[in-house]
């Protein structure tokens, strides 16, 4: 029964910003923790940021100081603001949650391509 809904994704230039979101069908104080993980073509699926119930997070190298995930409990969304973006960044951006229950979801995945 749970949803995750994506968007914000799209082209941008070399060093310009995007912010993700990811909306869910269930209160976020169930989640207990929430994540951004990418694919680009012809490679494997990649963590990129990760936050827990708690607040911690952690980052891939590959975007440590450029991204930042968070969410917003009133709307029950998670975001990833992302800055500075690389032609390597270019790739399609899931959502992805785990509830307490030991359950986990997907998002539909958005497209980000950064090109000049």
């Known amino acids: 029964q749970v949803q995750l809904v994506e968007s914000g994704g799209g082209l941008m230039q070399p060093g310009g910003s995007l912010r993700l979101s990811c909306a869910a069908s269930?209160?976020?104080?169930?989640?207990?923790?929430m994540g951004w993980y990418r694919q680009a073509p012809g490679k494997q699926r990649e963590l990129v940021a990760v936050?827990?119930?708690?607040?911690?997070?952690n980052y891939a190298d590959a975007v440590k100081g450029r991204f930042t995930i968070s969410r917003d409990t009133a709307k029950n969304t998670v975001y990833l603001q992302m800055n500075s973006l690389k032609p390597e960044d270019t790739a399609v951006y899931y959502c992805?949650?785990?509830?307490?229950?030991?359950?986990?979801?997907w998002g539909q995945g958005t497209q980000v391509t950064v090109s000049s």
């Open positions: 992805n949650v785990g509830l307490y229950s030991g359950y986990g979801y």
């Open positions: 269930i209160n976020i104080f169930s989640i207990q923790v």
């Open positions: 936050i827990s119930s708690g607040g911690s997070t």
